[in-house]
């Protein structure tokens, strides 16, 4: 099946910093990808769907600002914290479409991000 | 809206035995089912994915089967290992969507 990394798995910062994650396709390009957000004991929750050129579009409840999403490449997206805040702890991880193949979704390995 | 329940939402089973997770959803126009296999702090595995028109699909040891009309889907785990301890996530993708609803997992430990 298709691949889709992601980086880092976790990352620990400092309150009030910004945090990068990246998601890549590895083996296909992804018009769409999709980043959520995942409580302890909780379903994934859907943040954003980030277009390739366009911008994101973000459900309901989700701060553009505080969650910037890039998608500038057919391979890469990344979701930015910015002045992370304790209570943005979370576990993330983004899903990539193939277009080829949109029958499945295809998920990165997550990360988890700690702000103390 | 789609809603999605996993049911039990924890499980602890002897190694060996035969089990059965369930996954429930409200709105059966779906474009297809989609199990996953998550481990404690990593992303999702796919498991198995049933398109709408079809009622089972088996891969080793796993079997899920989809009853569109009832709302239901099951994941039976045959002779269950302690590899199989994960936590289990059923998603639904409604037709003409591409984002799929999770539920929320079913958490399973199998004891040696």
């Known amino acids: 099946g298709a691949v889709v990394s992601q980086h880092p798995s976790r990352v620990i910062c400092k309150s009030g910093t910004s945090v990068k994650i990246e998601c890549r396709s590895l083996?296909?390009?992804?018009?769409?990808m999709f980043w959520y957000r995942q409580f302890p004991k909780q379903s994934l929750m859907l943040m954003a769907t980030s277009n390739e050129g366009s911008k994101a579009t973000y459900e309901q409840g989700v701060e553009k600002d505080k969650f910037l999403i890039n998608h500038a490449s057919l391979t890469l997206s990344t979701l930015t914290v910015t002045s992370a805040h304790p209570e943005d702890s979370s576990f993330y991880i983004c899903?990539?479409?193939?277009?080829?193949?949109?029958?499945?979704?295809?998920f990165g390995q997550g990360t988890r991000l700690t702000v103390v | 809206k789609q809603e999605v329940t996993q049911i039990p939402a924890a499980l602890s089973v002897p190694e060996g035995e035969n089990l059965v997770l369930n996954c429930s959803f409200t709105d059966s126009a779906i474009y297809n089912l989609q199990w996953f296999r998550q481990d404690p702090g990593k992303g999702l595995t796919s498991l198995l994915l049933?398109?709408?028109?079809?009622r089972e699909q088996t891969s080793g040891r796993l079997n899920a089967s989809l009853d569109k009309s009832s709302g239901r889907s099951t994941l039976y785990i045959a002779a269950s290992q302690p590899g199989d301890s994960a936590t289990y996530l059923c998603?639904?993708?409604?037709?003409?969507?591409?984002?799929?609803?999770f539920g929320r997992g079913t958490s399973l430990i199998v004891h040696p």
């Open positions: 083996d296909f390009q992804a018009t769409t």
């Open positions: 899903s990539a479409r193939d277009p080829f193949s949109n029958t499945e979704a295809f």
């Open positions: 998603a639904v993708k409604t037709g003409g969507s591409y984002i799929p609803t």
């Open positions: 049933i398109q709408s028109s079809q």
